[in-house]
């Protein structure tokens, strides 16, 4: 099954933006599948961060947004804070109606 | 508010069966579909599978079919997960997620599972 491809790490400084890629393929993103991704904070559960794209649930900060295009998508996080040093996954589906994670991102605030 | 509770983790010799079991609170628990996910220990996220709010239909990711079976008691607001032939491979937390068009909004604490000799 189709897996989403991250880059393993990403780091910035307190304040600074970060951006955080998530490249699929034609069977999943590239087929307009909708982009979700998540915060998983250590030693907890996932927590939604962005769904349908660009859409942030109630509660999550506006330094948060998503974005999409082609096979495609992006995280990124403007203001970098200390609390925001965590692991984000992307997730979409995939014609056969199965769900795919992203292979993960570790954001390291320096 | 919406509370998810595994339960049933434990500690299983290779070829061995587990179920699992995922109590839901807070929410009409048959009006929605509901996955399993499961990480491997330092490892990434993983989709296990999916059933409908009414169990009508289920898919399953490649590396469980034929061996995981995920229901549903929509009487008891529970989700299971009956695990088959468990090989090391399949050890991490397993966690219950609530989805709302393929994406998950809330999450279990997750319940872990150790399959070794």
């Known amino acids: 099954q189709s897996v989403l491809t991250q880059p393993p790490s990403v780091s910035g400084a307190p304040g600074q933006r970060v951006t955080i890629s998530c490249t699929g393929s034609s069977s999943n993103i590239g087929a307009g599948y909708d982009v979700h991704w998540y915060q998983q904070l250590p030693g907890t559960a996932p927590k939604l961060l962005i769904y349908?794209?660009?859409k942030r649930p109630s509660g999550v900060p506006d330094r948060f947004s998503g974005s999409k295009s082609g096979t495609s998508a992006s995280l990124a996080i403007t203001g970098l804070q200390a609390e925001d040093e965590a692991e984000y996954y992307c997730?979409?589906?995939?014609?056969?109606?199965?769900?795919?994670f992203g292979t993960g991102t570790k954001v390291t605030v320096l | 508010q919406v509370h998810l509770v595994e339960s049933g983790g434990d500690v299983v010799q290779p070829g061995r069966s587990l179920r699992l079991s995922c109590s839901a609170s807070?929410?009409?628990?048959?009006?929605?579909?509901m996955s399993w996910v499961r990480q491997a220990p330092g490892k990434g996220l993983e989709w296990v599978a999916v059933i409908l709010y009414d169990g009508s239909n289920k898919w399953y990711a490649d590396s469980v079919k034929g061996r995981f079976t995920i229901s549903r008691d929509n009487s008891k607001n529970t989700l299971y997960l009956q695990m088959n032939s468990l090989s090391p491979e399949d050890t991490a937390v397993y966690y219950c997620a609530r989805e709302i068009s393929f994406y998950f909004d809330h999450w279990g604490q997750g319940t872990l599972v150790t399959v070794s000799s």
């Open positions: 807070g929410f009409t628990f048959n009006t929605y579909a």
């Open positions: 997730q979409s589906h995939d014609s056969s109606l199965t769900r795919v």
């Open positions: 349908g794209n660009t």
